[in-house]
């Protein structure tokens, strides 16, 4: 069975970094996009980042800009997500998601992680 497991959540200070990784397993996802998503209590999910099956484009929310780095390895069949100076409102569940095309509506994503915390304090 298919499955993505999220991992590398936590608490950092505000202008703090973390990494956060999805283990794809059961299947290979190296033709699949993989893209990031998150979700804030009393929030809608909203897109983070996503990058094509070779890992030759990539996309970021601009609220992610310039901080986020979304990276694959599919030799390992996992996706990453570099955040840097991580600011408060980043607080949220990550999601990372496996889909045809890069886009950011969840609809379009066929497999789901579990997601991880990640809190931010100021």
């Known amino acids: 069975q298919a499955q993505l497991v999220e991992s590398g959540g936590g608490l950092v200070q505000a202008g703090g970094s973390l990494r956060l990784s999805c283990a794809a397993s059961?299947?290979?996802?190296?033709?699949?996009?993989m893209s990031w998503f998150r979700q804030a209590p009393g929030n809608e999910r909203e897109f983070v980042a996503a990058i094509s099956w070779s890992g030759v484009s990539t996309y970021s929310a601009d609220s992610v800009k310039g901080r986020f780095t979304i990276s694959r390895d599919n030799a390992k069949n996992t996706v990453y997500l570099q955040m840097n100076s991580l600011k408060p409102e980043d607080t949220a569940v990550y999601y990372c998601?496996?889909?045809?095309?890069?886009?950011?509506?969840?609809?379009?994503?066929?497999?789901w992680g579990q997601g991880t915390q990640v809190t931010v304090s100021s």
């Open positions: 998601a496996a889909g045809a095309v890069p886009t950011g509506w969840g609809k379009d994503y066929e497999y």
């Open positions: 059961g299947r290979t996802f190296s033709t699949y996009v």
